[in-house]
């Protein structure tokens, strides 16, 4: 298992948030006539998605090319976050879009993508100086959760 560099997992968080955006306005234009509620939450977290990925371009370009303390435990985390099924897969990218049919499909998906990318996220915030700009983006992606757990709860009984 190869060791990322701390600019390789920061570079990570950029296509992490630009495959949610790419979910989130798929899943939205896919369930836009049947769930109008649907489109709407996914269409806001698609904007968040690009507010994300403009943030962490930003961190990247602060970071020196110095690993932090403890690195070596940190990359070995960040590596098995990265290779799960969330974000890699088979085929490098957001796997599982073709195999969701339902509106429940797509919540769920989407509830554990962002699981994923908060384990991410903690990951990367206990390695950086910026801490303070990875903790907003984890708290964002905390109530991502929450909403999507909310709609959820309003369709399945």
Known sequence: MGKFSIR??????????????????????????ENEDLYKLFTT??????????T??????????????????????????????????????????????TVEDAVNFAIGFEKETLLYFHGIKDAVKEKEIVEDI?????AHIRWL???KSSFVK
Not at 138 to 142: H, L, M, P, Y
Request: glycine content about 6%; hydrophobic content about 35%; overall charge negative.
């Open 138 to 142: 984890i708290n964002e992606e905390k």
């Open 56 to 101: 962490f371009s930003e961190l990247l370009e602060l970071l020196g090319d110095s690993e932090p303390e403890g690195w070596e435990d940190i990359s070995q985390y960040m590596r098995a976050i990265v290779e799960s099924e969330f974000f890699l897969g088979k085929n490098k990218s957001l796997p599982s879009m073709e195999k969701i049919k």
């Open 8 to 33: 390789e997992v920061v570079g990570q968080a950029v296509q992490t948030e630009k495959l949610g955006y790419q979910f989130y306005t798929t899943m939205a234009e896919k369930f836009r006539k």
């Open 149 to 151: 757990v909310c709609f």
């Open 45 to 54: 977290l698609a904007e968040k998605e690009l507010r994300h990925e403009k």
